[in-house]
């Protein structure tokens, strides 16, 4: 079996956490694997990571800008990468290429090594479909550009010889609109953290956000319901494409108990959630974040603290009202009263963290078990 493996990937290594893990994964277990991904302008062109090649091209992630806009970077990534990918290909000869969405149409670019006989894996982080409809604030899943992209979305999965997601709930919906199931392989963003941590007994008043900044979190929300509660503070972590629409959010009411503190390396998050009463997850009620189900949802309880999230069916998926102090999305009064539940009642607090390390652990969503699925994946796929 040829052990050689590139990803692809439109997104800054290692800062994308799943990629890394993936992708070290696979080194650890006697891959050779090249990361092919952008570069900022004061990253190495070549640098070698967690024993993970990585090749950086010399293309920024542009945060602002329409659907014009993103299809312009996303075309002029695909030409760069499609080209570093088969240069590559003719001196080390990949065994895999492995494509990371979004976007989907990334998995062409292994064009030249699939004619030579490599295995083509496309990683589904999210579904493009209705992640077009969250931006534009749409739920009819009847038009032109919604089918256009479930057409690129259905024409890259069959170029691949295998496909990975996140979760059932994405799953479910990729064999509704019909992938193969046996084609298709469920690796979720799980956290990699060797022993939950006791439920936080500190934190006092404080509440911690530690994520990204997308369409489809409700930070409105978030920044009308602390304007509330003027005795509870939220320090906000991570980065996104609506960093500067948070920012901009929280300075525009004034708020002095809501405090933005940049982002983190997934290293050090332990001890930064340690500060902690408890986390949100504030989800918005639309078609791609009723079934997400994020890294940090299932990161967070297992470093002890309990988690205040929107009631949505890819977090009901996992998750009952034992686990999480759950409110209606989009109703800032519920989330309101969520915190202050959360706040009032440590018991019922530290209840929910221990269901919810449970129900991790009796579903083997933690690292160690589920890039066993990654590997196992790979070897099947090598020998065929």
Request: some cysteine; overall charge positive.
């Given at each position: 079996?040829?052990?050689?493996?590139?990803?692809?990937?439109?997104?800054?290594?290692?800062?994308?956490?799943?990629?890394?893990?993936?992708?070290?994964?696979?080194?650890?277990?006697?891959?050779?694997?090249?990361?092919i991904?952008?570069?900022?302008p004061?990253?190495?062109?070549?640098?070698?990571?967690?024993?993970?090649?990585?090749?950086?091209?010399?293309?920024?992630?542009?945060?602002?800008?329409?659907?014009?806009?993103?299809?312009?970077?996303?075309?002029?990534?695909?030409?760069?990468?499609?080209?570093?990918?088969?240069?590559?290909?003719?001196?080390?000869?990949?065994?895999?290429?492995?494509?990371?969405?979004?976007?989907?149409?990334?998995?062409?670019?292994?064009?030249?090594?699939?004619?030579?006989?490599?295995?083509?894996?496309?990683?589904?982080?999210?579904v493009?479909?209705?992640?077009?409809?969250?931006?534009?604030?749409?739920r009819?899943?009847?038009?032109?550009?919604?089918?256009?992209?479930?057409?690129?979305?259905?024409?890259?999965?069959?170029?691949?010889?295998?496909?990975?997601?996140?979760?059932?709930?994405?799953?479910?919906?990729?064999?509704?609109?019909?992938?193969?199931?046996?084609?298709?392989?469920?690796?979720?963003?799980?956290?990699?953290?060797?022993?939950?941590?006791?439920?936080?007994?500190?934190?006092?008043?404080?509440?911690?956000?530690?994520?990204?900044?997308?369409?489809?979190?409700?930070?409105?929300?978030?920044?009308?319901?602390?304007?509330?509660?003027?005795?509870?503070?939220?320090?906000i972590?991570?980065?996104?494409?609506?960093?500067?629409?948070?920012?901009?959010?929280?300075?525009?009411?004034?708020?002095?108990?809501?405090?933005?503190?940049?982002?983190?390396?997934?290293?050090?998050?332990?001890?930064?959630?340690?500060?902690?009463?408890?986390?949100?997850a504030?989800?918005?009620?639309?078609?791609i974040?009723?079934?997400?189900?994020?890294?940090?949802?299932?990161?967070?309880?297992?470093?002890g603290?309990?988690?205040?999230?929107?009631?949505?069916?890819?977090?009901?998926?996992?998750?009952?009202?034992?686990?999480?102090?759950?409110?209606?999305?989009?109703?800032?009064?519920?989330?309101?009263?969520?915190?202050?539940?959360?706040?009032?009642?440590?018991?019922?607090?530290?209840?929910?963290?221990?269901?919810?390390?449970?129900?991790?652990?009796?579903?083997?969503?933690?690292?160690?078990?589920?890039?066993?699925?990654?590997?196992?994946?790979?070897?099947?796929?090598?020998?065929?």
């Amino acid at each position: 079996m040829n052990n050689k493996v590139c990803m692809v990937v439109y997104q800054y290594y290692p800062r994308d956490h799943r990629v890394r893990k993936e992708a070290e994964a696979l080194a650890r277990n006697g891959f050779d694997v090249e990361v092919i991904c952008l570069r900022k302008p004061d990253e190495k062109r070549r640098d070698t990571v967690g024993g993970v090649k990585v090749l950086r091209l010399p293309l920024q992630l542009e945060r602002s800008g329409g659907m014009l806009r993103y299809a312009y970077q996303y075309a002029m990534f695909f030409a760069m990468a499609a080209f570093a990918v088969s240069v590559e290909h003719v001196r080390r000869r990949f065994g895999f290429v492995h494509a990371h969405s979004l976007p989907d149409f990334l998995v062409f670019t292994a064009a030249f090594p699939k004619l030579t006989g490599a295995k083509v894996v496309l990683d589904l982080h999210e579904v493009m479909p209705e992640i077009y409809l969250s931006k534009r604030g749409l739920r009819e899943k009847s038009g032109m550009v919604f089918r256009l992209m479930v057409f690129l979305e259905a024409i890259s999965e069959a170029y691949a010889d295998r496909v990975i997601t996140v979760s059932d709930t994405l799953g479910d919906i990729l064999v509704g609109r019909g992938l193969p199931r046996e084609k298709l392989t469920i690796i979720f963003n799980a956290p990699d953290i060797e022993k939950p941590l006791p439920p936080v007994s500190g934190g006092g008043r404080k509440l911690v956000y530690a994520g990204t900044f997308t369409e489809y979190h409700d930070f409105e929300l978030v920044v009308a319901a602390f304007a509330q509660m003027k005795s509870v503070e939220l320090d906000i972590y991570g980065d996104g494409s609506q960093t500067e629409s948070v920012r901009r959010r929280i300075a525009e009411a004034g708020l002095t108990n809501v405090h933005f503190k940049g982002w983190v390396r997934p290293e050090e998050m332990k001890d930064v959630l340690s500060k902690y009463a408890g986390t949100i997850a504030p989800f918005g009620d639309s078609e791609i974040a009723k079934v997400a189900l994020g890294h940090k949802v299932l990161e967070t309880p297992l470093f002890g603290l309990p988690v205040v999230a929107a009631d949505l069916p890819g977090l009901r998926a996992v998750f009952d009202d034992s686990c999480f102090f759950y409110y209606r999305a989009g109703q800032t009064d519920d989330f309101v009263r969520a915190v202050r539940s959360l706040m009032s009642d440590k018991d019922a607090a530290r209840d929910k963290v221990l269901r919810s390390q449970e129900v991790i652990e009796k579903r083997g969503l933690t690292w160690d078990k589920i890039s066993k699925r990654l590997i196992e994946l790979y070897r099947k796929l090598g020998n065929e």
